[in-house]
């Protein structure tokens, strides 16, 4: 184990947006951000307050992650809006505008179709016979989301720089170009989201603006948790009872979210610039740990 610890200062000042915060990787991406002391607005479906339609039948909520955040000493603001809805994100924009005039940091962490994608025995569906509805609507979760998002929200890390844009994915450029993904959607879906940091990247750069595409490793989400019937505290019981081997290297979500703060903070982010990189090649370089200490690596384990 390694001796860390947030820098509670390292982002004081600095308003960010992770979209797609409700849970998983968005929620440990926004809670790193405030235990940097970050302002944090949590957006995505799943709200105690508002009443929009969720891929998910799931107890999370964008409220429990504000709440999340400001304990940490970040300030969490949630902002329940759904990703696909063009209007609905230009109006969330235009109140990032009235409300702090402009962010520091935009994650397009927006997903939502882990339960359309299927479990294992439905993985190695070919295109002829995977259900076309699903496979569009993985695509549109995955990738129209996150373009939407960047058309609305991006003028607003623009007008100044240092701006930084960081799109969530499964898997490097590098691993995924010689790795077949599940299915062709899921495949196209997650590959699609590395080129969109370099293509993002090409075109903040002339305003200061990094793009970087960052990957978690085996995440130890909700719903792999209750998939393994353990807990963030007992989730190595789950090795016990049968799950892989590789789940040994498994990483909170928390871990990605110390990489995209790690990111945040540092002056020199532009030598990231449209990269894809994993939260365990970021820890490398910047020294931070997961929450236990650690330091996985489970791309280098696969």
């Known amino acids: 184990m390694t001796s860390w610890s947030p820098d509670k200062d ?28 970050a302002t944090v607005v949590c957006t995505g479906r799943s709200s105690s307050r ?19 955040v400001t304990a940490l000493g970040g300030t969490g603001v949630p902002y329940a809006v759904d990703h696909l809805d063009a209007e609905r994100v230009g109006g969330l924009a235009a109140w990032l505008r009235g409300e ?20 294992p025995s439905e993985w190695n569906t070919p295109v002829w016979e995977h259900d076309l509805d699903k496979g569009l609507r993985i695509l549109r979760l995955a990738v129209d989301t996150h ?36 299915s062709v959607f899921y495949d196209l879906a997650k590959a699609s989201v590395n080129r969109l940091a370099f ?23 909700e719903m792999m948790l209750d998939a393994f019937g353990v807990t963030e505290q007992t989730w190595r019981d789950a090795l016990a009872a049968g799950a892989p081997p590789g789940f040994a290297a498994s990483e909170s979500p928390r ?20 990269r894809s990189v994993s939260a365990a090649e970021l820890a490398r370089e910047y020294g931070f740990t997961d929450v236990d ?10």
């Open 199 to 221: 293509a993002q990247g090409h075109e903040l750069a002339p305003h200061g603006a990094t793009a970087v595409a960052i990957t978690p490793g085996w995440l130890r989400s």
């Open 50 to 68: 508002h009443r929009l339609r969720s891929d998910y039948d799931r107890p999370e909520t964008i409220e429990q992650t504000a709440e999340l």
């Open 255 to 274: 871990y990605v979210g110390r990489a995209v703060a790690a990111l945040a903070a540092d002056p020199g982010r532009s030598r990231w610039q449209q």
């Open 10 to 37: 390292a982002l004081r000042g600095r308003v960010a947006v992770v979209a797609g915060a409700t849970r998983g990787a968005g929620r440990g991406i926004a809670a790193a951000l405030g235990e940097a002391g």
């Open 147 to 182: 373009l939407i998002t960047s058309h609305h929200l991006l003028p607003l890390l623009i007008d100044r720089p240092g701006g930084l844009l960081v799109e969530v994915t499964d898997g490097t450029a590098e691993y995924n170009a010689g790795t077949y993904r599940i």
């Open 100 to 119: 702090y005039g402009h962010i520091d940091v935009l994650v397009n962490n927006i997903w939502g179709a882990e339960q359309l994608k299927g479990g």
């Open 293 to 302: 200490g650690t330091q996985p690596d489970a791309w280098t384990a696969i």
